[in-house]
């Protein structure tokens, strides 16, 4: 790494650090519940949750929220405000007790 | 991206200064330049090598914030660049109401045309809970720890926004987390003035307060139910706005969730603080209009 003159950082450089492994939860989204309304990222703190076009219907377009896992801290404020109830914590696969 | 703030910054699960940053920064489109004391918003989202911004940011020392805003919207003028952007401070509480005073003081009497944003989380909560002049009574923190003899903070939060509204700023408002969509009206609302202008943003802190994470959005809310946050907005002094509410919640409803207050409901003195964050909140009530 090499620091330039008054050490200047690039923009978005925080995206090398992949937080996605913070939690033991992550989000699921149900995609028959999700009217793609944009709750969601519009409160994410993380910015990793994304209302985008799946799909065409009658010439409407059809909207779901996507998570990105990469990021994703698990703290759960998307399952809280979402209005439809759509989206669930869930535990992590490695944090399971057998 | 869309918000000009990217992931991969270092909050807390739950951060409520994210949710406010990212919409300040998506109404205004990117187009400022940000001002950045130091405080947990410098912390998580500028380290070396590590910048979560997307927009030209400068962090200098904790106290000239304001100054160095001044600075930045000096020359722009000079330069005959005013048009390429809003200089928009964004500064913690302990920088706004204890450290960096002085120099917001000196901003707004000079009428520098910059957005001053502070992000209200209710005490130095960078280093780890220390109260500040905007930490409300009652409040555990780990320089006015609950004992025998005290209940925590004593004393009042002090009103920034009366604070403003003294200097003559033009536009003053105060917003919470759990409103985003007023947020970003806010912002928009605010850089059509010209001059000083002051937003204060409730931000609940997941560590200090002691809620869960996923309850951000829910205790922010609260706080603006029981009427101990009012939103208000003020436009050439005068009261324009504030948010009705339908049914005024008992300020206990807000402290039991919160850790930093669990001692009011046991301690001898706890009460005696209960009934009076309850009579601030009806004061609050009385003074703005807030119930429907």
């Given at each position: 790494m090499k620091i330039t003159l008054g050490a200047v950082s690039k923009p978005y450089?925080?995206?090398?650090?992949?937080?996605?492994?913070?939690?033991t939860h992550w989000p699921k989204v149900d995609e028959e519940l999700?009217?793609?309304?944009?709750t969601c990222e519009m409160f994410c703190p993380d910015m990793c949750i994304e209302v985008v076009k799946v799909g065409e219907e009658n010439g409407k377009e059809i909207k779901k929220a996507k998570v990105n896992y990469d990021y994703c801290k698990g703290c759960g404020i998307c399952a809280e405000v979402c209005p439809t109830k759509a989206i669930k914590m869930e535990l992590k696969d490695i944090y399971k007790v057998i | 991206m869309k918000f000009f703030f990217s992931s991969?910054?270092?909050?807390?699960?739950?951060?409520?200064l994210p949710i406010a940053v990212k919409n300040v920064l998506y109404a205004l489109e990117g187009k400022c330049f940000v001002v950045n004391p130091t405080g947990c918003l410098e912390i998580i989202s500028s380290q070396y090598d590590r910048s979560a911004w997307g927009v030209p940011y400068i962090h200098s020392v904790f106290e000239n914030a304001a100054a160095v805003a001044a600075g930045i919207e000096a020359a722009l003028k000079a330069l005959g660049r005013k048009d390429e952007g809003h200089v928009v401070v964004f500064a913690g509480d302990g920088a706004t109401a204890d450290i960096g005073i002085g120099c917001l003081s000196g901003m707004f009497d000079r009428d520098h045309d910059v957005l001053y944003i502070c992000l209200d989380n209710?005490?130095?909560?960078?280093?780890?809970?220390q109260q500040s002049g905007l930490t409300p009574p009652g409040s555990n923190t780990t320089t006015t720890p609950v004992g025998k003899l005290l209940p925590g903070k004593v004393g009042k939060k002090k009103d920034m926004v009366a604070f403003a509204l003294a200097h003559g700023v033009k536009y003053v408002a105060t917003a919470s987390v759990a409103y985003p969509m007023d947020i970003r009206r806010k912002a928009k609302r605010a850089v059509e003035f010209e001059g000083a202008k002051y937003i204060q943003i409730h931000c609940p802190c997941v560590t200090g307060w002691g809620?869960?994470?996923?309850e951000t959005v829910k205790v922010a809310k609260l706080a603006v139910e029981t009427a101990l946050y009012p939103l208000v907005e003020y436009e050439n002094g005068e009261l324009v706005r504030v948010r009705k509410i339908k049914q005024r919640k008992p300020v206990e409803e807000y402290l039991k969730v919160q850790r930093r207050f669990r001692h009011l409901f046991k301690h001898p003195k706890g009460k005696e603080i209960i009934e009076m964050l309850q009579k601030i909140a009806d004061e609050n009530a009385k003074r703005f209009g807030l119930d429907e």
């Open positions: 450089t925080s995206l090398k650090m992949k937080t996605g492994d913070w939690g999700c009217t793609g309304c944009g | 991969g910054h270092g909050a807390c699960p739950g951060c409520a209710e005490a130095y909560q960078n280093t780890g809970n809620i869960n994470s996923n």
